[in-house]
């Protein structure tokens, strides 16, 4: 059997595998221009970081993670719980995107191309104290390795990540990729979900919870950049529009850009 710490020592790998967190990927290797890409093991996404085990601290401290911000809402953190301190001393943020899970069957056609989409913009509009004091954070050298989480990393967590690669100069292509490999990790959580907590799986059927609303289509992903760029020019008009200066976003890149050739898992 490999042993998971060494198996991350050995070269980077875009997913990191736990037993019940299912979408822990590390956002780094990404080209991002002018010769740059995204460092590695710098810095990370993923879903309920609460579910992991004390007996895997030794494979999440081999990461070196100093910071993790949840973004789930107070009643998620305080039904399903915080990060574990027993797995790791980390510096812990709890910001939500917002106060309350939205209920979407009372939001729209559900079935339609860009109700995704749509919803990502209200997040966003509604996170806009959220994104603001994430992207101040990353521009604080200290402050990393650094993970962001909500429940499932797919959609809160989704439009932080599609923010932070498009300001470090990451094409959208790569970002819609990104954002579509929650799909298999959905698929993951679903079917765990459905073993080990059937009164929850039971619930979200009962609640009619529509399946679209878990898949990462990319055309979601494309509408919501294009949303974002049609109403603030640029990324970085969004930041300033968020009240997040330049220096900030210079600050951001020096921390979490290298040259593309180069394999920094320091």
Known sequence: MVDPVEALAAEPERTVAFEAVFNFRDLGGYPAGEGRSVR?????????????????????????????????????????????????????????????VPDWSEAGD???????????????????????????????STAYPLVFHCAAGKDRTGILAALVLGLLGVPDEVIVD???????????????????????????????????????KPETMVRFLAHLRANHGTLGGLAADLG???????????????????VDMS
Request: overall charge negative; hydrophobic content about 45%; proline content about 5%.
């Open 40 to 100: 590695w093991r710098r810095l990370f996404r993923a879903d309920g970081l609460q579910r992991l085990r004390p007996e895997e601290g030794r494979q999440f401290r081999s990461l070196g993670i100093a910071t993790v911000v949840d973004l789930r809402t107070p009643q998620e953190a305080d039904d399903s719980g915080r990060f574990p301190a027993e797995v790791a001393e980390v510096e812990y943020h709890h910001w939500p995107m917002f106060d309350v």
């Open 110 to 140: 559900v079935d339609s191309p860009g109700f995704l989409a749509d919803r990502y913009v209200e997040m966003l509009e509604h996170g806009r104290e959220t994104v603001a004091g994430t992207l101040n954070l990353l521009s604080r």
């Open 178 to 216: 990104d954002y579509a490999l929650s799909h298999e990790a959905m698929a993951r959580m679903g079917a765990w979900v459905r073993e080990n907590m059937p009164e929850v799986a039971e619930r979200a059927s009962r609640q009619a919870y529509p399946a679209s609303v878990a898949e990462a």
């Open 244 to 262: 997040v200066g330049a220096e900030v976003i210079e600050a951001m890149q020096a921390n979490l850009l290298v040259p593309e050739e180069a």
